[in-house]
């Protein structure tokens, strides 16, 4: 499939998925989000070990949804939409780490599509909200359920009530993003943070990765068995023999991914 609104480059096993829509600031429509879900089936079968995401650029990340195409939409034609696989959920359950380089506007569905991530990066000049409380709706791309597991429910629920942006720095405050770096560096940063985790044992990231998403998915208990299952998992690997056998001949170790 050729892509029209979306860039695709891989740079020493770090691939990097583009929003490039930037004249409507890289706001989701279908056609975009059809062609994300088929980069990410794509990516799969690819060598990569970490996945970034971006917009085109200097003004936006993601500006949310395409409001165009909520005009005209009924309840019925907007929920035969979202029964559709959803590319929150397929970047969530990404095998790999995914990196949200946030690098301006992150907004409605585009703040969504960032809190699916794992680690979110942004830019100084970075503005972050749900705004869809302007627009008469409500973030429906699972804003009030993993902004809340993140920041917790008083500010969320601030967020989505008032559709107030904050700055970059307040959304570091409050655990939003991992980390703010000027907008000139972002990008190298960014990379540096992914070449460190592209060096790690791919198994290893893949159990961990689902191991950390199973705290908001189950309670302590169930949790924790899956935590369990997933470590002894590491034990059968050809990475953890690398891992192990690297320490003790105190080198660095060479993860295959197997
Ligand atoms: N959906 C569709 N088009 C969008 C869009 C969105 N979410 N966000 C921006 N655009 C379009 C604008 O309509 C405009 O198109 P035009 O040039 O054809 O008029 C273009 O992108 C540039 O937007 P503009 O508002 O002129 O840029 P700006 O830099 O002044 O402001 C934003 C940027 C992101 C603050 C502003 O566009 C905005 O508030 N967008 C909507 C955000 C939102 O409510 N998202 C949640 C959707 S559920």
Redesign the pocket.
């Known amino acids: 499939m050729a892509f029209q609104n979306i860039l695709l480059e891989t740079k020493d096993r770090v691939a990097i998925l583009t929003i490039h829509r930037p ?3 890289n ?1 989701l ?1 279908q056609q975009t989000r059809d062609e994300i879900l088929q980069a990410l089936d794509d990516l799969q079968t690819t060598e990569i070990r970490v996945l970034v995401i971006t917009g085109s650029g200097d ?2 990340f993601i ?6 195409e ?1 005009e005209g939409r009924t309840a019925l034609t907007q929920r035969d939409v979202m029964k559709q696989r959803r590319i929150f959920d397929a970047v969530e359950e990404f095998p790999r780490p995914v990196i949200a380089m946030i690098n301006g ?1 992150c ?4 703040m969504e599509f960032a809190l699916a991530c794992d680690i979110r990066i942004a830019a100084e000049s970075a ?1 972050l909200g ?3 409380i ?2 008469g ?1 409500i973030p429906g791309g699972g804003g009030t359920q993993r902004l809340t597991r993140l920041v917790g429910e008083g500010k969320a629920m601030e967020l989505i009530l008032t559709g107030d ?1 904050i700055d970059s720095a307040e959304a570091k405050a409050i655990g939003l993003v991992n980390d703010v770096v000027p907008a000139a560096q972002l990008q190298e940063r960014v990379m540096a943070l992914a070449a460190r985790i592209a060096e790690k044992s791919p198994v290893a990231l893949r159990m961990a990765k689902e191991a950390v998403k199973s705290a908001s998915r189950m309670n302590l208990r169930e949790g924790l068995d899956r935590e369990t299952d997933l470590f002894c998992l590491t034990f059968s690997s050809e990475d953890k023999a690398e891992g192990v056998r690297a320490f003790f001949e105190k080198r660095k170790a060479e993860y295959k991914g197997r």
Do not use: H
Not at 63 to 68: E, N, P, R, S, V
Not at 107 to 110: M, N, P, Q, R
């Open positions: 004249d409507k600031r706001a429509n003004k936006a500006a949310g949804a395409d409001i165009g909520f506007f907004l409605g569905g585009g503005r749900q705004p869809e302007n627009l709706i942006l």
